[in-house]
């Protein structure tokens, strides 16, 4: 009997002591359930208007829950790291723990006075970016040039602004390293509004002196802003790096040094599953048309595949040729391979190194009537500084039945001799200009020069066009005549063979450049 009184004398004190050392969280629940039941007996007499749906308290309970968790962790943290180690640089920061901001704290659904339910909106992310630099050139002593995309709907509904800074980098206490703003900044929109999602931008930077004067170095900055453009709250203004100019590094008399060259092409963006033989043909009859004194510039977007290269290999260890990859630009969504601000990064990359610069296609052959030299119809037109070609269509499917039986060892202009006659239509022209004149370029034509622009060259210069066949990986002719008019899927076209007749020049020149080695290029 003793020994069960004693067993309930210690299950009575174990109790009482559980009691009392539970007694905080006790009061704690009691608390909070006073509190709910408070909560609920007001909750019947708010308007009907107003309302607490599952949702929301689903939203209250968990970031009282992650405050908390956030609260004990770092507690438990700082108190298991000594005191000398809470400012090391050795901690790596916790970015799970970073507060909520107290901007974002205000920017919460209200519900005001007058019953009104005031909604937020929160931005995140960016559909676009501000601007996409590809290049930065000198125009002279005092005068740069950016080329880059920017967002289409930016310049299409906004007005950004630009501005550019110089800062010099010297070592002479003599000169000053204040930044320079440019006394003019203005944007140019090549592109005829043919962008996507960007745009092309042609940023054009005047200061009020020369800059770099000592060839000591410096930076240029382009300041980017969006004008409430976007957002209309904000006027985001970015700043950053487009071109650096090392000691030393600036050649001055190159502006106005006779050009190296006479002629330079600028090639649109290539890509696709381009021909090599087509592209063999285009580049040996386009080094014989425009001489010693001219150079080709290739912009490679994926069209110059390894039998492409083989093909221009040749004339680029000659010195003809430049190629460029710019296949990057193809994370950005601009209109055809962004080739607009490919050609105006050829134009101000080589702005100083051509008297004339040529702006068409490799489907498309450069002509100039018997008698005649491209160097002497140019020295005809030097009074202009642009001037527009015209174009012969040539179709690419019909050839002649004379070629039967041997017109797959015959080149592409060669054996295609049908022209598109249709009259009272306006084709495409192509163009050249005198670059040191221009500031922006396009790809039918500039719209950004001083001084004068002539159409009218008929019959001192034409180009042939082959549209489609530069991307035929197969035999072009799929229908050969014998006469020197025809219908064909209802165009009328007439015998040419103008190309045809100097196709064994242009052979010739080739075997006499660069020898056979491309002798068994493919289509």
């Not at 008297?355 to 002509?367: A, G, P, R």
């Not at 030299?373 to 269509?393: A, G, H, R």
Request: hydrophobic residues 35%; proline residues 4%; positive net charge.
């Amino acid at each position: 009997m003793g020994t069960e009184r004693e067993k309930d004398r210690a299950e009575k004190r174990v109790l009482m002591g559980v009691v009392v050392n539970c007694a905080t969280e006790l009061k704690l629940l009691l608390t909070a359930l006073l509190f709910l039941c408070s909560v609920a007996t007001l909750l019947q007499f708010l308007p009907s208007r107003f309302t607490i749906s599952t949702s929301d308290l689903r939203v209250c309970i968990s970031r009282i829950t992650t405050t908390n968790a956030t609260a004990d962790a770092v507690n438990s943290s700082a108190a298991a790291i000594p005191t000398i180690l809470l400012n090391s640089s050795a901690i790596p920061p916790t970015h799970n723990l970073t507060p909520i901001s107290e901007k974002q704290e205000q920017e919460q659904e209200q519900f005001l006075d007058n019953g009104v339910v005031k909604r937020v909106f929160h931005p995140f992310g960016a559909a676009a970016y501000n601007f996409i630099s590809m290049s930065a050139y000198r125009g002279g002593v005092d005068t740069f040039a950016i080329m880059g995309l920017s967002s289409k709907p930016l310049h299409l509904y906004s007005k950004p602004t630009y501005q550019c800074e110089w800062v010099q980098e010297s070592s002479s206490p003599n000169i000053s390293t204040t930044p320079i703003n440019s006394s003019v900044a203005y944007k140019v929109l090549p592109d005829w509004g043919y962008g996507r999602v960007y745009t092309v931008v042609i940023v054009n930077c005047s200061f009020a002196q020369p800059i770099n004067v000592d060839n000591s170095g410096g930076k240029l900055f382009l300041h980017a802003s969006t004008s409430g453009g976007g957002d209309t709250k904000f006027n985001v203004t970015d700043r950053f790096e487009v071109l650096t100019e090392n000691p030393g590094s600036v050649n001055f008399s190159v502006f106005t040094a006779k050009p190296k060259y006479d002629f330079l092409y600028c090639g649109s963006s290539l890509y696709g599953n381009l021909s090599p033989q087509r592209v063999r043909e285009w580049i040996a009859f386009h080094v014989k048309l425009f001489g010693e004194r001219s150079h080709f510039v290739i912009h490679d977007a994926g069209g110059v595949h390894e039998e492409v290269m083989e093909v221009l290999r040749p004339w680029m260890e000659l010195g003809y040729v430049t190629l460029h990859d710019i296949r990057e630009q193809e994370r950005f969504d601009g209109y055809y391979h962004n080739q607009f601000m490919v050609v105006n990064d050829c134009l101000h990359r080589y702005k100083f190194m051509a008297k004339w610069m040529f702006f068409f296609d490799v489907d498309e052959y450069i002509y100039v009537p018997p008698k005649n030299t491209i160097k002497s119809v140019l020295d005809s037109l030097s009074e202009y500084n642009q001037f527009t070609i015209e174009q012969m269509p040539m179709n690419g499917k019909l050839c002649l039945s004379a070629d039967y039986g041997r017109y797959y060892r015959k080149w592409g202009f060669e054996k295609l001799v049908y022209k598109d006659v249709r009259k009272g239509i306006r084709r495409d022209r192509k163009y050249a200009i005198q670059p040191r004149n221009v500031f922006a370029t396009g790809v039918h034509m500039s719209q950004n020069l001083v001084g004068k622009t002539t159409h009218k060259t008929e019959g001192r210069i034409m180009y042939f066009h082959y549209h489609g066949t530069i991307a035929q990986r197969r035999e072009p002719c799929r229908k050969l005549l014998n006469v020197t008019e025809t219908y064909f899927e209802n165009t009328p076209y007439l015998l040419d063979t103008t190309m045809r007749d100097i196709a064994w020049l242009v052979k010739k020149f080739e075997l006499k450049m660069i020898g056979n080695r491309l002798q068994q290029t493919r289509q």
